[in-house]
């Protein structure tokens, strides 16, 4: 499948614990859909984790034919969690959105700010979960997280994106032990595991293929 076959409403929201890569799959969804004749614009909504965010490829996404829209003091040495002071272009703008929001119960509560614009415009939502983070190493406690994600922000996941990896030490082996893992999740939590990604260099005949686009943890 395209990534961007995902997007099957106005507005797609990408979330994931920390360290799960929600913000590299945001920017691979983005750009995707551009590729694709897509007119797509994606949000900044991360407001607890700073360090891996949509605006460190603001630049890189304008030049590939994708709106960025990043809060005011992103990037900057002003510690100030806010939203993009264009977020409204998500429901009422032309084309496309992303939303890229953190996946702790913090971070999706910017999400229920909006709930009813999010519910009137239409939305997806997926989990992005990486099996090999401390607070994902099984089904169970992810779908505790996806939980609280949906508690916070009063909006519900239609799909799971299994975005296993061990950052540059990832091999085909490393995602294809996971995938009966996702399954679990997927089966615990009422809905399918929609994708399973892996960087373009690994040979995964069951993975949709993405770029390493964002900082690395490892």
Not at 20 to 43: F, H, M, P, W, Y
Not at 81 to 95: N, R
Request: aromatic letters at 6%.
């Amino acid at each position: 499948m395209k990534l961007h076959e995902l997007m099957q409403h106005k507005i797609t929201v990408i979330s994931g614990h920390f360290g799960s890569g929600k913000t590299n799959v945001a920017v691979n969804l983005a750009l995707d859909a551009a590729r694709a004749g897509e007119q797509v614009c994606i949000a900044d909504l991360d407001i607890v984790n700073p360090y891996f965010r949509t605006a460190d490829n603001a630049e890189f996404l304008r030049t590939n034919g994708v709106k960025p829209l990043v809060p005011q003091y992103a990037n900057t040495n002003v510690e100030i969690p806010t939203l993009p002071e264009t977020l409204g272009e998500v429901f009422y703008g032309e084309g496309r959105a992303i939303v890229d929001v953190g996946g702790d119960p913090e971070g999706a509560a910017a999400l229920g700010c909006d709930r009813d614009r999010y519910e009137a415009a239409g939305y997806d939502m997926y989990f992005v979960c990486n099996f090999y983070r401390p607070a994902t190493l099984c089904a169970e406690d992810a779908l505790r997280l996806l939980r609280e994600t949906e508690l916070a922000s009063g909006m519900r996941f239609c799909g799971i994106i299994n975005n296993s990896n061990l950052g540059r030490l990832t091999e085909p082996s490393t995602v294809e032990a996971t995938l009966a893992e996702g399954e679990k999740l997927a089966a615990l939590a009422g809905i399918p595991v929609m994708a399973v990604t892996a960087v373009v260099t690994l040979p995964c005949a069951k993975a949709v293929r993405i770029q390493n686009l964002t900082k690395q943890l490892f």
